[in-house]
């Protein structure tokens, strides 16, 4: 497929639009929200079943998502604020 000159891809803009997510201050920021709040929320969530030693593969999974969700929420927060901005 031919490109045309002038004419950004998808994969090209969508570059654009993360970039601030990926700048090392902000990847800082993000990565220590995750690990604050994925820490706590494991804690809630999943103390009891870590510690009995009835750890399954759904267990792991779970603490797993505990990290990334708010890895992605606060990255949401950094590029709703660049839209405004």
Request: net charge positive.
């Amino acid at each position: 497929m031919a490109r045309i000159a002038g004419v950004r891809t998808g994969l090209e803009s969508l570059r654009e639009r993360l970039a601030p997510c990926v700048q090392r201050q902000t990847l800082q920021r993000t990565i220590t929200i995750a690990l604050v709040v994925g820490t706590v929320l494991t804690a809630i969530n999943q103390l009891g079943v870590l510690t009995s030693g009835r750890v399954t593969l759904a267990t792991y999974l779970r603490c797993g998502a505990n990290y990334l969700v708010p890895f992605i929420v606060s990255n949401l927060g950094v590029l709703s604020g660049q839209a405004r901005g």
